[in-house]
Nanobody, 115 residues
């Protein structure tokens, strides 16, 4: 059974930093691309960053230079380091991975950036 459990969200002021963690279990992590998405109220869920099993990364333009995705293949955990946070980064952040044709999601963690 696949499980993705996020942690690390919270309330932070503009310019602050947060680190999100996602612990994966159920044979979803190894050799798979892992990703962070986010969804603001009334908006669609968008890709924020993704990382391959070998460490290649890809970022949304809006977070390039501010966010860093990384993974620990021993701990089966993926991280999102978020720096210089802006109010427009406020959203629920979801960890995601795909196995075969199925995409799995965590429960989400709220990030709120106050101005």
């Amino acid at each position: 059974q696949v499980q993705l459990v996020e942690s690390g969200g919270g309330l932070v002021q503009t310019g602050g930093s947060l680190t999100l963690s996602c612990a994966a279990s159920g044979n979803i992590f190894n050799r798979n691309v892992m990703a962070w998405y986010r969804q603001a109220p009334g908006k669609q869920r968008d890709l924020v960053a993704q990382i391959t099993s070998s460490g290649s990364t890809n970022y949304a333009e809006s977070v390039k230079g501010r966010f860093t995705i990384s993974r620990d293949n021993v701990k089966n955990t993926v991280y999102l380091q978020m720096n210089n946070l802006k109010p427009e980064d406020t959203a629920v952040y979801y960890c995601s991975g795909a196995r075969g044709m199925t995409r799995y999601w965590g429960q989400g963690t709220q990030v709120t950036v106050s101005s």
